[in-house]
């Protein structure tokens, strides 16, 4: 009887390091999978059978089997990635993703994202990562996650409403000498106009400003400014001029445009202009994305303005060896993995993102190598375990002989 329960326990153990050994394989297979989180078989003995003997009662095993397959969600490391759209989770948490058919939810670390004909941010199945949409008002994600859409159309223009200037007019200068300086400033559509600032002046220490705007003059009133004795601009240095006619101005082109000359001087020095900037500018087409730590998602365009989009939003579960793995890197919950707690990057538990990287498979091979032997070994054994016994089962049977 003993002899037939150590064949059975050695089938066990052929059988137990034969899925060991699978699982070694489905680690190695994967050890260039992106956000690959590598398993680990867990042994247990089987029920043993109580003895009756002369010592009193005792117990024999019955064998091994394979109690349970681990996910380990160790941290892998992250490789740089020429690719915008390539993202890395840094420490807890999970991708979230869509199907667009089914509407079901995926899980993922493999951020391996491109943007789909309809600018959809997607991964290689073609499921739509999920975010927050980032209100322009406050630059804060708000609002139910949602497909994360990338716009690549022409950003809107900015009318000038501001001028700055940062001048020197030569106190040597004789009355109804000039001084012409020019800044570009753009209108409601994104259209240049050339402003031409004219410096006149009429007192010792008095001038008049004058503009022109594509060289035809605007209708509006010279503004005057003044100086001290020192050469310290004294009064007349803010001004508002309505070239709304042009659609130039405050709220979208309808209102005055301000100028000001800051801290201009008047000094025995040539007329210069030190420094001069408005705040508008001209549409900007979509030049690349850029993602942070925060799993914010920003676009910057060709005329220097870069505009939030969204917030990735991540995903943790209380036991997230119990997720379900799909395939093609996506896992789904189950009742044991518990619902998921969502957030975004650096917050509520969750880790930062990296862009431009990608995370790599956490399988250690020299690890799954050792492993690897550990089983060869244990299965070889176990494979003695019954050949032996078989032997000994051919003496008993070679005793009636």
Do not use: C
Not at 91 to 109: A, E, H, Q, T
Not at 288 to 304: E, F, K, P
Not at 309 to 324: E, G, H, S, T
């Amino acid at each position: 009887m003993s002899i037939a329960s150590a064949m059975f326990s050695g089938v066990s153990g052929l059988t137990s390091h034969g899925l060991a050994m699978g699982v070694i394989g489905d680690n190695v297979a994967n050890i260039n999978t992106t956000g690959f989180k590598y398993s680990r078989a867990n042994f247990q003995d089987l029920l043993s059978q109580t003895l009756t003997l002369s010592s009193g009662i005792n117990q024999m095993g019955k064998g091994t089997q394979i109690s349970q397959i681990d996910t380990i969600f160790s941290q892998g490391s992250l490789q740089s990635s020429g690719d915008a759209t390539d993202v890395g989770i840094n420490g807890n948490g999970f991708f979230i993703l869509k199907n667009p058919d089914s509407g079901g939810l995926f899980y993922s670390r493999d951020g391996n994202f491109y943007v789909d004909k309809d600018g959809y941010m997607v991964n290689s199945t073609g499921y739509r990562v999920q975010g927050k949409a980032i209100d322009p008002n406050t630059g804060a994600a708000s609002g139910t996650d949602t497909n994360i859409i990338i716009n690549q159309n022409y950003s809107a223009p900015m009318p000038t409403s501001e001028v700055d200037l940062l001048v020197n007019l030569n106190s040597q200068s004789s009355i109804d000498d000039t001084y012409s300086t020019s800044i570009a400033a753009y209108d409601s559509t994104g259209n240049s106009h050339n402003l031409t600032l004219t410096f006149t002046k009429t007192a010792d220490l008095t001038w008049e400003v004058n503009i022109t705007v594509d060289g035809a003059d605007p209708g509006v009133t010279a503004n005057e400014i003044t100086f001290d004795s020192s050469g310290n601009l004294t009064g007349g240095g803010s001004w508002d001029w309505d070239l709304s006619a042009y659609n130039i101005g405050a709220s979208g082109g309808t209102g005055d445009t301000a100028f000001s000359l800051g801290s201009s001087t008047q000094y025995a020095a040539a007329s210069v202009t030190n420094s001069a900037s408005q705040d508008g500018y001209g549409p900007g087409y979509f030049e690349r994305l850029t993602v942070n730590q925060d799993g914010i998602i920003t676009a910057s365009y060709s005329n220097g303005k870069n505009k939030s989009l969204y917030q990735l939003d991540l995903a943790r579960f209380n036991a997230p060896q119990k997720l379900i793995r799909e395939g093609n890197n996506l896992l789904i919950e189950t009742t044991e993995s518990g619902t998921p707690i969502t957030g975004v990057p650096n917050s509520n538990g969750m880790g930062s993102v990296q862009g431009n990287a990608l995370e790599q498979s956490n399988v250690d091979l020299a690890d799954e190598f050792v492993k690897m032997i550990l089983y060869q070994r244990g299965y070889q054994a176990n494979s003695r375990i019954i050949t032996t016994s078989d032997t000994l089962l051919e003496e008993t049977l070679a005793l009636k002989r």
